[in-house]
Protein backbone atom coordinates (compact mmCIF):
# COMPACT_ATOMS: atom_id res chain seq x y z
CA UNK A 1 0.00 0.00 0.00
CA UNK A 2 1.43 3.57 -1.05
CA UNK A 3 2.66 6.05 1.45
CA UNK A 4 0.68 7.43 4.30
CA UNK A 5 -1.35 10.56 3.41
CA UNK A 6 -1.34 12.99 5.63
CA UNK A 7 -4.25 15.64 5.89
CA UNK A 8 -4.01 19.15 6.89
CA UNK A 9 -7.07 20.11 9.15
CA UNK A 10 -9.37 22.12 7.85
CA UNK A 11 -11.26 25.14 9.07
CA UNK A 12 -13.88 22.94 9.26
CA UNK A 13 -13.23 19.53 10.24
CA UNK A 14 -16.66 18.03 10.56
CA UNK A 15 -17.62 18.43 6.73
CA UNK A 16 -15.75 15.75 4.54
CA UNK A 17 -15.36 17.05 0.72
CA UNK A 18 -17.94 16.82 -1.87
CA UNK A 19 -17.14 13.82 -4.20
CA UNK A 20 -18.71 13.11 -7.86
CA UNK A 21 -17.61 10.90 -10.28
CA UNK A 22 -18.00 7.58 -12.69
CA UNK A 23 -17.30 3.82 -11.85
CA UNK A 24 -18.21 1.35 -14.52
CA UNK A 25 -19.00 -2.66 -13.57
CA UNK A 26 -17.65 -4.65 -16.03
CA UNK A 27 -17.62 -8.38 -16.12
CA UNK A 28 -18.39 -11.64 -18.58
CA UNK A 29 -22.55 -11.42 -19.54
CA UNK A 30 -24.98 -12.17 -16.78
CA UNK A 31 -22.43 -11.66 -14.08
CA UNK A 32 -25.29 -9.27 -12.22
CA UNK A 33 -24.07 -5.88 -13.47
CA UNK A 34 -27.36 -4.39 -14.20
CA UNK A 35 -29.20 -5.96 -11.25
CA UNK A 36 -26.23 -4.16 -9.07
CA UNK A 37 -26.64 -0.86 -11.07
CA UNK A 38 -30.38 -1.36 -10.11
CA UNK A 39 -30.05 -2.36 -6.54
CA UNK A 40 -27.56 0.88 -5.99
CA UNK A 41 -29.19 3.26 -7.81
CA UNK A 42 -33.06 1.86 -6.52
CA UNK A 43 -35.05 1.58 -9.70
CA UNK A 44 -34.88 -0.25 -12.52
CA UNK A 45 -32.53 1.67 -15.54
CA UNK A 46 -29.81 -0.57 -16.87
CA UNK A 47 -32.08 -3.37 -19.04
CA UNK A 48 -31.56 -6.62 -17.50
CA UNK A 49 -32.06 -9.77 -19.03
CA UNK A 50 -30.83 -13.13 -19.35
CA UNK A 51 -29.11 -12.59 -22.53
CA UNK A 52 -25.72 -11.33 -23.10
CA UNK A 53 -25.07 -7.83 -24.98
CA UNK A 54 -28.91 -6.81 -24.28
CA UNK A 55 -26.86 -3.55 -22.26
CA UNK A 56 -25.79 -2.28 -25.84
CA UNK A 57 -26.17 1.65 -24.66
CA UNK A 58 -23.92 3.57 -22.09
CA UNK A 59 -27.09 3.87 -19.53
CA UNK A 60 -25.58 5.49 -16.59
CA UNK A 61 -27.23 5.33 -13.24
CA UNK A 62 -26.83 7.57 -10.60
CA UNK A 63 -26.59 7.52 -6.94
CA UNK A 64 -27.38 10.30 -5.04
CA UNK A 65 -25.95 10.76 -1.80
CA UNK A 66 -25.50 13.95 0.40
CA UNK A 67 -21.66 13.56 0.51
CA UNK A 68 -21.52 12.45 -2.98
CA UNK A 69 -22.96 11.50 -6.68
CA UNK A 70 -21.50 8.25 -8.07
CA UNK A 71 -22.02 7.95 -11.64
CA UNK A 72 -22.54 4.40 -12.99
CA UNK A 73 -21.50 4.28 -16.79
CA UNK A 74 -22.79 0.78 -18.14
CA UNK A 75 -20.28 -0.60 -20.65
CA UNK A 76 -21.44 -3.21 -23.36
CA UNK A 77 -19.62 -6.67 -22.02
CA UNK A 78 -16.06 -7.39 -23.60
CA UNK A 79 -15.68 -10.30 -26.07
CA UNK A 80 -13.47 -11.65 -28.58
CA UNK A 81 -14.91 -9.58 -31.86
CA UNK A 82 -16.63 -11.84 -34.18
CA UNK A 83 -18.27 -8.98 -35.96
CA UNK A 84 -17.99 -5.60 -36.95
CA UNK A 85 -20.49 -4.55 -33.94
CA UNK A 86 -18.52 -6.58 -31.76
CA UNK A 87 -15.26 -4.66 -32.85
CA UNK A 88 -17.11 -1.55 -32.40
CA UNK A 89 -18.13 -2.71 -28.65
CA UNK A 90 -14.87 -2.92 -27.56
CA UNK A 91 -13.25 -0.27 -29.18
CA UNK A 92 -15.81 1.06 -26.51
CA UNK A 93 -15.39 -0.36 -23.58
CA UNK A 94 -11.41 0.58 -23.58
CA UNK A 95 -12.10 3.72 -23.66
CA UNK A 96 -14.49 4.09 -21.25
CA UNK A 97 -12.59 2.28 -18.97
CA UNK A 98 -9.63 4.75 -18.88
CA UNK A 99 -11.87 7.65 -18.67
CA UNK A 100 -13.62 6.32 -15.95
CA UNK A 101 -12.53 7.01 -11.76
CA UNK A 102 -13.11 3.38 -10.26
CA UNK A 103 -13.36 0.10 -12.28
CA UNK A 104 -16.02 -2.46 -10.58
CA UNK A 105 -15.02 -6.11 -11.66
CA UNK A 106 -18.36 -7.89 -11.10
CA UNK A 107 -17.69 -11.92 -10.76
CA UNK A 108 -20.43 -14.32 -9.69
CA UNK A 109 -19.65 -15.97 -5.94
CA UNK A 110 -21.27 -19.23 -7.92
CA UNK A 111 -19.24 -19.67 -10.96
CA UNK A 112 -15.16 -20.82 -10.73
CA UNK A 113 -13.15 -18.03 -12.18
CA UNK A 114 -12.90 -19.15 -15.94
CA UNK A 115 -10.90 -18.33 -18.66
CA UNK A 116 -13.57 -15.27 -19.22
CA UNK A 117 -12.71 -13.36 -16.16
CA UNK A 118 -8.97 -14.06 -17.12
CA UNK A 119 -9.69 -12.03 -20.19
CA UNK A 120 -11.42 -9.50 -19.00
CA UNK A 121 -8.91 -9.24 -15.73
CA UNK A 122 -5.75 -8.93 -18.12
CA UNK A 123 -7.51 -6.13 -20.11
CA UNK A 124 -8.49 -4.22 -16.28
CA UNK A 125 -4.03 -5.18 -15.80
CA UNK A 126 -2.91 -2.92 -18.64
CA UNK A 127 -5.06 0.25 -17.36
CA UNK A 128 -2.52 1.11 -14.97
CA UNK A 129 -3.80 4.25 -13.12
CA UNK A 130 -8.06 3.95 -12.64
CA UNK A 131 -8.12 1.98 -9.43
CA UNK A 132 -10.34 -1.65 -9.38
CA UNK A 133 -12.88 -3.02 -6.85
CA UNK A 134 -13.94 -6.99 -7.47
CA UNK A 135 -17.34 -7.45 -6.49
CA UNK A 136 -18.26 -10.81 -5.65
CA UNK A 137 -21.61 -10.97 -6.44
CA UNK A 138 -24.97 -13.43 -6.01
CA UNK A 139 -23.89 -14.56 -2.64
CA UNK A 140 -26.69 -15.54 -1.41
CA UNK A 141 -26.50 -18.42 -3.97
CA UNK A 142 -23.64 -19.38 -2.11
CA UNK A 143 -22.36 -20.49 1.35
CA UNK A 144 -19.67 -19.46 3.49
CA UNK A 145 -17.23 -22.06 2.38
CA UNK A 146 -17.18 -21.47 -1.20
CA UNK A 147 -17.73 -17.29 -0.81
CA UNK A 148 -14.42 -17.48 1.21
CA UNK A 149 -12.51 -19.78 -1.80
CA UNK A 150 -14.00 -17.23 -4.45
CA UNK A 151 -12.59 -14.03 -2.26
CA UNK A 152 -8.81 -16.01 -2.03
CA UNK A 153 -9.40 -17.29 -5.80
CA UNK A 154 -9.88 -13.18 -6.77
CA UNK A 155 -7.30 -11.75 -4.78
CA UNK A 156 -4.58 -14.37 -6.41
CA UNK A 157 -5.84 -13.34 -9.84
CA UNK A 158 -4.61 -9.72 -8.99
CA UNK A 159 -1.36 -11.10 -7.66
CA UNK A 160 -0.60 -13.28 -10.53
CA UNK A 161 -1.76 -10.20 -13.45
CA UNK A 162 0.49 -7.46 -10.95
CA UNK A 163 -2.10 -5.24 -9.63
CA UNK A 164 -3.94 -5.29 -6.58
CA UNK A 165 -7.51 -4.99 -6.01
CA UNK A 166 -8.55 -1.71 -4.40
CA UNK A 167 -10.97 -3.79 -2.26
CA UNK A 168 -13.09 -6.83 -2.61
CA UNK A 169 -16.48 -6.78 -1.63
CA UNK A 170 -19.20 -9.58 -1.54
CA UNK A 171 -22.44 -8.50 -2.41
CA UNK A 172 -25.93 -9.99 -2.86
CA UNK A 173 -27.89 -7.24 -5.22
CA UNK A 174 -30.96 -9.35 -4.97
CA UNK A 175 -31.51 -9.50 -1.44
CA UNK A 176 -29.78 -6.51 -0.50
CA UNK A 177 -26.87 -7.27 1.63
CA UNK A 178 -23.89 -5.03 1.36
CA UNK A 179 -25.09 -2.90 -1.57
CA UNK A 180 -24.77 -0.17 0.52
CA UNK A 181 -21.59 -0.53 1.85
CA UNK A 182 -20.10 -1.21 -2.12
CA UNK A 183 -20.90 2.42 -2.58
CA UNK A 184 -19.29 3.55 0.69
CA UNK A 185 -16.24 1.96 -0.37
CA UNK A 186 -16.66 3.36 -4.31
CA UNK A 187 -17.53 6.88 -3.38
CA UNK A 188 -14.26 7.46 -1.40
CA UNK A 189 -12.42 6.68 -4.90
CA UNK A 190 -13.60 9.63 -6.55
CA UNK A 191 -12.52 12.83 -7.13
CA UNK A 192 -13.94 15.81 -4.87
CA UNK A 193 -15.83 17.81 -6.79
CA UNK A 194 -19.75 19.79 -6.93
CA UNK A 195 -22.59 16.98 -8.10
CA UNK A 196 -22.75 16.44 -12.08
CA UNK A 197 -26.09 15.94 -12.61
CA UNK A 198 -29.14 17.59 -11.26
CA UNK A 199 -30.63 15.92 -8.05
CA UNK A 200 -33.74 14.03 -10.15
CA UNK A 201 -31.85 12.43 -12.23
CA UNK A 202 -31.74 8.43 -12.39
CA UNK A 203 -29.93 7.82 -15.73
CA UNK A 204 -28.94 10.97 -19.01
CA UNK A 205 -29.74 8.37 -21.82
CA UNK A 206 -32.03 10.45 -23.96
CA UNK A 207 -35.88 8.96 -23.14
CA UNK A 208 -35.96 7.33 -26.86
CA UNK A 209 -32.96 4.82 -26.06
CA UNK A 210 -34.60 3.41 -23.16
CA UNK A 211 -37.72 3.21 -25.19
CA UNK A 212 -36.19 1.36 -27.49
CA UNK A 213 -34.41 -0.60 -24.91
CA UNK A 214 -37.73 -1.45 -23.50
CA UNK A 215 -39.18 -2.28 -26.99
CA UNK A 216 -35.64 -4.31 -28.04
CA UNK A 217 -36.55 -6.45 -24.37
CA UNK A 218 -40.02 -7.28 -24.95
CA UNK A 219 -39.53 -8.47 -28.61
CA UNK A 220 -37.00 -10.76 -27.69
CA UNK A 221 -39.00 -11.97 -24.71
CA UNK A 222 -40.05 -15.76 -25.56
CA UNK A 223 -37.57 -15.86 -29.08
CA UNK A 224 -34.30 -15.18 -27.91
CA UNK A 225 -33.16 -18.63 -29.14
CA UNK A 226 -34.38 -18.10 -32.70
CA UNK A 227 -33.26 -14.42 -32.95
CA UNK A 228 -30.20 -13.84 -30.32
CA UNK A 229 -29.65 -10.20 -30.78
CA UNK A 230 -30.48 -9.65 -34.35
CA UNK A 231 -33.33 -7.21 -33.22
CA UNK A 232 -32.84 -3.71 -33.03
CA UNK A 233 -35.27 -0.88 -32.39
CA UNK A 234 -35.36 2.57 -33.67
CA UNK A 235 -37.60 5.02 -32.35
CA UNK A 236 -38.27 7.70 -35.19
CA UNK A 237 -40.52 9.98 -33.35
CA UNK A 238 -42.31 11.28 -29.94
CA UNK A 239 -44.96 13.65 -30.07
CA UNK A 240 -47.30 14.81 -28.03
CA UNK A 241 -50.89 14.22 -29.52
CA UNK A 242 -52.32 17.42 -30.52
CA UNK A 243 -56.29 18.83 -29.13
CA UNK A 244 -55.52 17.00 -26.04
CA UNK A 245 -56.81 18.57 -22.53
CA UNK A 246 -53.48 19.51 -20.59
CA UNK A 247 -54.63 17.37 -17.79
CA UNK A 248 -55.30 14.08 -20.50
CA UNK A 249 -52.24 14.06 -22.38
CA UNK A 250 -51.17 11.62 -24.82
CA UNK A 251 -47.75 10.96 -26.66
CA UNK A 252 -47.56 9.26 -29.98
CA UNK A 253 -44.54 7.04 -30.47
CA UNK A 254 -43.87 5.26 -33.65
CA UNK A 255 -40.86 2.79 -33.64
CA UNK A 256 -39.48 0.27 -35.52
CA UNK A 257 -38.11 -3.06 -35.20
CA UNK A 258 -36.04 -4.14 -37.27
CA UNK A 259 -34.63 -7.36 -38.00
CA UNK A 260 -31.87 -8.93 -40.23
CA UNK A 261 -34.03 -11.31 -42.68
CA UNK A 262 -37.33 -11.66 -43.72
CA UNK A 263 -37.60 -14.70 -42.72
CA UNK A 264 -37.47 -13.48 -39.07
CA UNK A 265 -40.43 -11.35 -39.58
CA UNK A 266 -43.20 -14.44 -38.64
CA UNK A 267 -41.28 -14.99 -35.55
CA UNK A 268 -41.40 -11.37 -34.57
CA UNK A 269 -45.32 -10.70 -35.53
CA UNK A 270 -46.60 -14.09 -34.82
CA UNK A 271 -50.25 -15.83 -35.77
CA UNK A 272 -52.26 -12.89 -37.39
CA UNK A 273 -50.04 -10.41 -35.34
CA UNK A 274 -50.61 -11.90 -31.95
CA UNK A 275 -46.79 -11.61 -30.79
CA UNK A 276 -46.23 -8.31 -32.16
CA UNK A 277 -49.55 -6.60 -29.95
CA UNK A 278 -48.66 -8.36 -26.64
CA UNK A 279 -44.97 -6.92 -27.51
CA UNK A 280 -46.57 -3.49 -28.34
CA UNK A 281 -49.31 -4.09 -24.81
CA UNK A 282 -46.46 -4.74 -22.48
CA UNK A 283 -43.75 -2.42 -23.60
CA UNK A 284 -46.18 0.39 -23.68
CA UNK A 285 -46.64 -0.59 -20.06
CA UNK A 286 -43.49 -0.04 -19.18
CA UNK A 287 -43.19 3.14 -21.02
CA UNK A 288 -45.83 4.78 -19.28
CA UNK A 289 -44.66 3.81 -16.26
CA UNK A 290 -41.14 5.02 -17.04
CA UNK A 291 -42.40 8.49 -18.52
CA UNK A 292 -45.24 8.79 -16.27
CA UNK A 293 -48.01 9.63 -19.27
CA UNK A 294 -50.50 7.40 -21.37
CA UNK A 295 -48.61 6.84 -24.62
CA UNK A 296 -50.04 5.46 -27.98
CA UNK A 297 -47.49 3.00 -29.23
CA UNK A 298 -47.21 2.45 -33.04
CA UNK A 299 -44.89 -0.76 -34.28
CA UNK A 300 -43.99 -1.66 -37.07
CA UNK A 301 -41.21 -4.48 -38.39
CA UNK A 302 -38.61 -3.61 -41.00
CA UNK A 303 -35.78 -5.86 -42.49
CA UNK A 304 -32.89 -4.50 -42.59
CA UNK A 305 -30.52 -6.79 -44.23
CA UNK A 306 -27.23 -7.82 -42.18
CA UNK A 307 -27.43 -4.89 -40.13
CA UNK A 308 -24.62 -6.09 -37.55
CA UNK A 309 -21.95 -6.20 -40.01
CA UNK A 310 -23.17 -3.41 -42.48
CA UNK A 311 -21.04 0.03 -41.23
CA UNK A 312 -23.87 2.62 -42.73
CA UNK A 313 -26.82 0.66 -41.04
CA UNK A 314 -24.92 0.34 -37.73
CA UNK A 315 -24.67 4.28 -37.79
CA UNK A 316 -28.20 4.52 -38.20
CA UNK A 317 -29.52 2.19 -35.66
CA UNK A 318 -27.62 4.10 -33.52
CA UNK A 319 -24.11 2.20 -32.97
Given at each position: ???????TPSSKPS?????????????????????????????????????????????????????????????????????????????????????????????????????????????????????????????????????????????????????????????????????????????????????????????????????????????????????????????????????????????????????????????????????????????????????????????????????????????????
Amino acid sequence: MGAMSVRTPSSKPSEAPHRAGFACFVGRPNAGKSTLTNALVGQKVAITANQPQTTRHTVRGIVHRPDAQLILVDTPGLHKPRTLLGQRLNDIVRTTWAEVDVIGFCLPANEKLGPGDRFIAKELASIKKTPKIAIVTKTDLVDSKTLAEQLIAIDQLGKELGFEWAEIVPVSAVAGQQVDLLADLLIPLLPEGPALYPEGDLTDEPEQVMIAELIREAALEGVRDELPHSIAVVVEEMLPREDRPADKPLLDIHAFVYIERPSQKGIIIGPKGARLKQVGIKSRKQIEALLGTPVFLDLHVKVAKDWQRDPRQLRKLGF
